[in-house]
């Protein structure tokens, strides 16, 4: 029989979500046998939690090899940086937000050692993903990297984190409503086969996400789910074998943003705006995107980002080069058309984008 699935399927050997879990570091990894690491912390991060990386991982006698921190997700620096990482290197952690984690993720996947991903903020699925986000020619480019050997969230230090960044989680993670739905469009449409198994999963994380009860963005539960949900989400790639059950035409959007502006939002926030977008196109789920959206404050916040939507038109006729062997509903004029028409007469989008 013809095996269709991949033989061997990558998933974390730990996800630690807990409040309190930086100062638990050390335990977690030498339930690994991990002992020794370079860590490469973000900006300013060093001085926050430097002191309590530092002694967890000293009580259970781990070495540190180097610890920098680190502000560049240029291939060529960070290309620099894996191969001058230290032989006896066993692990290599990324400490911060989205850069740091990229440039981790990457220089581990460069030597083939294990990375470890500790995200300070839940602005979107990079920590559990097997793909960095790399400055290419001075431009956002997704590139293969390995999934995470573990995960280690501490939520104490997500509720800290500034709300903008919360609100970039959120749109990530209420994409997969838009992407799954491309995903299925493309099988039906004859260009692609979806993983029934990699679909539940990502279907689980969202739905699971999205029907979460909350009073606060910032409640236990709800960072809780988003994280969990976000992890789970990089999962789904894995088993998929590509980025299909968690990107669609809303992150081809996002990604033609990114190559178009010098100074793109946040990826989850772009994402999910054109999640919005999206779901009114394909007529699906827009009333479940637009609840969520408005009850966590998410649409506020976008109204205070004076957003060009002639930005968003020219996004729309680029996105289907940015993927062009996928057939999301971008691919075909008659959406990218009607995608336009709604910047200019959707409610909502009219208010988001000021016209």
């Known amino acids: 029989m013809k095996q269709k699935n991949n033989d061997y399927i990558a998933i974390p050997a730990f996800l630690k979500v807990e409040n309190g879990a930086l100062a638990k570091i050390g335990t977690y990894l030498k339930e690994s046998d991990i002992k020794k690491v370079v860590i490469f912390f973000g900006n300013g991060l060093i001085d926050m939690f430097g002191n309590t990386v530092m002694e967890s991982l000293r009580s259970a006698d781990i070495e540190v090899l180097e610890y920098q921190e680190l502000d560049s997700v240029r291939l060529e620096d960070i290309t620099a940086l894996a191969f001058s990482l230290p032989n006896k290197t066993q692990a290599v952690i990324g400490l911060g937000g989205g850069k740091v984690i990229d440039a981790a993720k990457y220089s581990g996947f460069l030597r083939k050692l294990p990375f470890i991903s500790i995200p300070t903020s839940a602005s979107s699925d990079g920590f559990s993903s097997a793909s960095a986000s790399i400055l290419i020619d001075g431009r956002r480019n997704s590139v293969p990297a390995r999934m995470p050997y573990g995960i280690i969230v501490d939520t104490g230090v997500i509720k800290s984190a500034p709300k903008h960044f919360l609100y970039s989680g959120i749109g990530d993670m209420v994409s997969k409503i838009t992407a799954l739905y491309d995903w299925q469009y493309e099988e039906d449409q004859g260009y692609a086969e979806v993983n029934d198994f990699a679909m539940m999963i990502a279907k689980k994380a969202v739905n699971s996400f999205v029907r979460t009860p909350f009073t606060s963005i910032q409640d236990d539960l709800f960072l809780k789910e988003l994280l969990d949900s976000l992890a789970m989400s990089g999962i789904a790639n894995e088993i998929a074998g590509n980025s299909a059950p968690t990107s669609g035409s809303e992150h081809l959007i996002s990604h033609a943003l990114d190559k178009m502006l010098e100074v793109p939002q ?27 959206f408005t009850d966590t404050g998410f649409f506020n916040y976008v109204e205070t980002l004076a957003l060009n939507v002639t930005d968003y038109e020219n996004a729309i006729d680029l ?37």
């Open 266 to 292: 946040l990826h989850g926030i772009q994402v999910g705006i054109a999640t919005y977008l999206m779901s009114l196109v394909q007529n699906h789920r827009y009333k479940r995107v637009h609840t969520i």
């Open 319 to 355: 996105a289907p080069s940015i993927k062009p062997f996928r057939h999301t509903y971008l691919h075909e004029e008659r959406y990218r058309e009607q995608a336009k028409e709604l910047l200019h007469h959707d409610n909502t989008l009219k208010q988001l984008f000021h016209v």
